[in-house]
């Protein structure tokens, strides 16, 4: 079955510090692999995508990582910001049909002051 | 960049009235839409996968004749939801697949609508 799953479910940060969300998965074929920002009552917001050749990817601040092998990958947020407060998402696109994505349940980061 | 209008934002109706959602790609052709729903603190479930011109394709457990889609161009797809009931309060988001021949199917940027919230009394 494929499946994404995620952790921690949820995390409190101080504002400047870093962190980082894990994301495993078991979805096959492998297409490829998004990190999501959704904000509270918003659509999400595409941060990285990675294909099965990539390591790692950068967006500013946020950079993810991608092990295919071990079929894991991480978001690393670099001096966190108050607006940085949402929830992420690992989806893992499947290589079949209409390349449905497989969505992962999230971590809810809150950056406090 | 890639910009997908979702409207309304937010919808409150009686018991037993039907809902449209209309999704739009604002500045690019999405030949595949999708629609989904979330519950709180839940991920986003597909419903249904929509081309532009033909039949959309339901997930398991979604009642076509209860949430009915329509993709009549490159830009537009709607959601209707029909004779709601309280059951069918959610947050609705579409997404959008932009076409773009440089990249395969599956690498292809989905953009996502801001969703609709439907709460049925």
């Known amino acids: 079955k494929n499946q994404v799953e995620q952790s921690p479910q949820s995390l409190i940060i101080l504002e400047g510090k870093n962190c980082t969300l894990q994301c495993n998965y078991t979805v096959s074929p492998f297409s490829n692999l998004r990190w999501y920002k959704q904000d509270t009552g918003r659509g999400p917001v595409s941060l990285t995508i990675m294909t099965f050749s990539e390591n790692t990817k950068s967006n500013g601040r946020y950079t993810a990582t991608l092990d295919a092998d071990t079929k894991q990958s991480s978001l690393h947020i670099t001096a966190s910001q108050l607006s940085d407060s949402a929830s992420y998402i690992c989806?893992?696109?499947?290589?079949?049909?209409?390349?449905?994505?497989?969505f992962g349940t999230g971590t809810r980061l809150l950056v406090s002051p | 960049g890639a910009v997908v209008s979702q409207h309304p934002s937010w919808v409150i109706c009686k018991s037993g009235t039907s809902v449209k959602i209309e999704c739009r790609s604002l500045?690019?052709?999405?030949?595949?839409m999708f629609w989904y729903r979330q519950f709180p603190k839940q991920s986003l479930m597909l419903m249904a996968t929509s081309n532009e011109g033909s039949k959309a394709t339901y997930e398991q457990g979604v009642e076509k004749d209860k949430f009915l889609i329509n993709h009549a161009s490159l830009t537009l797809s709607t959601l209707t939801v029909t004779s709601a009931h309280p059951e069918d309060s959610s947050f609705y988001i579409c997404?959008?697949?932009?076409?773009?021949?440089?990249?395969?199917?599956?690498?292809?940027?989905?953009?996502f609508g801001d969703g609709t919230r439907l709460s049925i009394l």
């Open positions: 500045d690019f052709q999405a030949t595949t």
């Open positions: 989806v893992v696109s499947a290589n079949t049909g209409f390349q449905k994505l497989v």
């Open positions: 997404s959008a697949r932009a076409r773009t021949a440089s990249k395969p199917l599956g690498n292809q940027p989905q953009h």
